[in-house]
């Protein structure tokens, strides 16, 4: 007999399991979806407080960078509990332009940062090439943001896997149609884009493509700082891997299906290759379609549904689940063994959508 069921075994589910479990309750979580199915398969795992899309956005941001903070410790304790590195990485982030225009929303996000309290020191053309002589002659200028990690969305998901069975956690491979198929008792609903159709609340997929290039003789990738960037207007990211990869992303487009598509590929080479000419002579191993659970606001959705307040959602957490991850884990499991988290549920809970 469970405790608790968690309905989803992305990042978000499994974390929460994991913890839960920890805090001595039995869990069973639900997904009947191959692994690999969700959104994270495709993530870069930049853990990265700031970006375009949160600017302005001050409550999410709070939120963005508190788990940040948590960030260290998490990657830390999974790494022990499994023995499995995660590819936590600390170099920081630099932060590139082509254009004048380019320059300008880079300053835009730096200045952001700053106002919230983190270092982004800037950079001249010539220290960014100092610092990764691979970068584009044209590159103008930026910053580095030295809070900025990284981690492997594939290699943490096998850890979280790990820690939930090494804590008790039981897996049933079966689809949750209806939240009156689970059993009796407390409940977590995180399902990603699926929340929607259990809940009734507006989540909605928002299609990402994204592309793994892998340097020629398996030799070490060319630059070994995330580089998030912008290419004539055109923001991208490139996130090299130890084991001799580049992440080059992301496309956003309000589409459900799964086509990888010429344009989108042809997009994030043209962007990837302006910011560091040398990628073009890698292999492009993988393009991959998934798709981010979105909301209406941009923010996520945690809290107790009013209609059924032992169920908790965790979801909607768009381009920022993995990131979110361990915060949202210590929220919700303290919803479920101590008072509720009353002032962040109050902001991101599901009643600020209205009745479903």
Known sequence: MSDLAVVGAGPIGLAVAWRAAERGLAVTVHDAGPDGAGAWYAAAGILAPVSAET????????????????????????????????????????????????????R?????????????????????????????????????????????????????????????????????SDLADLPDGRAVVAAGCGSAALTGLPVRPVKGQVLRLRPPDGRAPCFRHVIRGYAGGRPVYLVPRPGGEVVAGATMEERSDRLV?????????????????????????????????????????????????????ATGHYQNGILLAPLTAELVVQALTGPDPEERFATFGPSRFGPP
């Open 108 to 176: 835009r996000v730096r200045d952001y940062q700053t106002g919230l309290g983190l270092a982004a020191h800037p950079r001249t053309a010539a220290e960014l090439r100092g610092c990764e002589p691979s970068l584009a002659l044209r590159v103008r200028g930026g910053a580095y943001l030295p809070g900025d990690r990284q981690v492997d969305p594939r290699r943490m998901m096998i850890a979280l896997r790990a820690a939930c069975r090494a804590a008790g956690v039981t897996f049933a491979r079966a689809r949750v």
């Open 261 to 313: 598509t010429a344009g989108a590929v042809v997009e994030l080479l043209r962007a990837a290759t302006d910011l560091v000419p040398e990628l073009a002579g890698y292999e492009l191993a993988e393009a991959c379609v998934r798709h981010r659970p979105a909301t209406p606001d941009g923010a996520p959705i945690m809290g107790p549904l009013p209609w059924r307040p032992d169920v908790i959602v």
């Open 55 to 106: 600017v302005g956005e001050d409550e999410l941001s709070g939120l963005l960078v508190e788990s940040s903070a948590v960030w260290p410790a998490f990657a830390a304790e999974l790494e022990a509990a499994t023995g499995l590195d995660i590819g936590y990485r600390t170099e920081g982030t630099l932060m590139v332009a082509l254009t004048a225009a380019d320059e300008t929303e880079a």
